[in-house]
């Protein structure tokens, strides 16, 4: 089992920028690249798997980013840009491409909803996102 972790964002979650957040975040983690190059899997130094992490996706219809977010809890970082779409009143959403990231908790495994929740955060700031929490998790 495991728990998804969502950042919406409005800018690009490049690699120097998820690089930058993943020292600022998790620095006791190692990297390995997995599945064609597709994701990224954070391990701890017994080699034990914390997180995974899908390379990030354009959405260009905003509002289904909230449609497939329904229900989820949003936490927003202090002093970023939120997403109109996430954000009413703000602004027209309709034009504002989004960048959609997800990060993979194994359930059961100590720190790592901690570590997604700091690592999705530090991403979220650095792109100017929100990020929605799995079901159950607290901000």
């Known amino acids: 089992m495991s728990s998804d972790w969502t950042v919406v964002s409005l800018r ?30 954070l391990l701890d130094d017994a080699g034990e798997l914390q997180l995974a992490i899908e390379l990030p996706r354009l959405i260009r219809v905003p509002q ?31 034009g504002q491409a989004l960048w959609w990231q997800e990060i993979h908790v194994r359930d059961g495994v100590p720190q790592a ?15 100017d996102g929100v990020v929605a929490l799995p079901q159950g998790a607290g901000a």
Do not use: K, N, W
């Open 113 to 127: 909803a901690a570590h997604a929740e700091s690592l999705c955060h530090e991403i979220a700031r650095r792109c």
């Open 12 to 41: 690009e979650p490049d690699q120097l920028t998820l690089i930058e957040a993943m020292v600022a975040a998790v620095p006791e983690l190692h990297v390995r690249q997995a599945a064609d190059d597709s994701l990224l899997e």
């Open 64 to 94: 289904e980013a909230t449609r497939l977010l329904a229900g989820a809890q949003i936490s927003a970082v202090p002093g970023t840009t939120v997403p109109a779409v996430f954000a009413p009143g703000s602004g027209d959403p309709a």
